[in-house]
Nanobody
């Protein structure tokens, strides 16, 4: 069973930036779509952003579009989530997920078979 590991979370002030990373234990993102989801206390896990490892368009939730960027670091074999202009409402546990999602299913949790354990992001006002 592949393990996904997120890193880079922390406590920051509103307006700050953080960059999250996601690595796979089998070092294999090829052929997959990699997504970021988040879950705030008392709320359902929600889609944040995603892209295929091979490139192409990235997808974003409306609440983060223009502030968050999904990218890949081929040399490090990791997926990244750059978060700028963070807001208190971005506070959540952020999860990395890997799956065979396509454009019509990219925001659907069920499209992803592998999940990380999450990293906490806390934004203070």
């Amino acid at each position: 069973q592949v393990e996904l590991v997120e890193s880079g979370g922390g406590l920051v002030q509103a307006g700050s930036s953080l960059r999250l990373s996601c690595a796979a234990s089998d070092n294999s993102f090829g052929g997959y779509t990699v997504a970021w989801f988040r879950q705030a206390p008392g709320k359902e896990r929600e889609f944040v952003g995603a892209m295929r490892w091979t490139g192409g368009a990235a997808y974003y939730a409306g609440s983060v579009k223009g502030r968050f960027t999904v990218s890949r670091d081929r040399a490090a074999n990791t997926m990244l989530l750059q978060m700028d202009n963070l807001k208190p409402e971005d506070t959540a546990v952020y999860y990395c997920a890997r799956g065979r999602a396509i454009a019509s299913t990219v925001m659907n949790r069920a499209a992803y078979a592998n999940w990380g354990r999450g990293t906490q992001v806390t934004v203070s006002s």
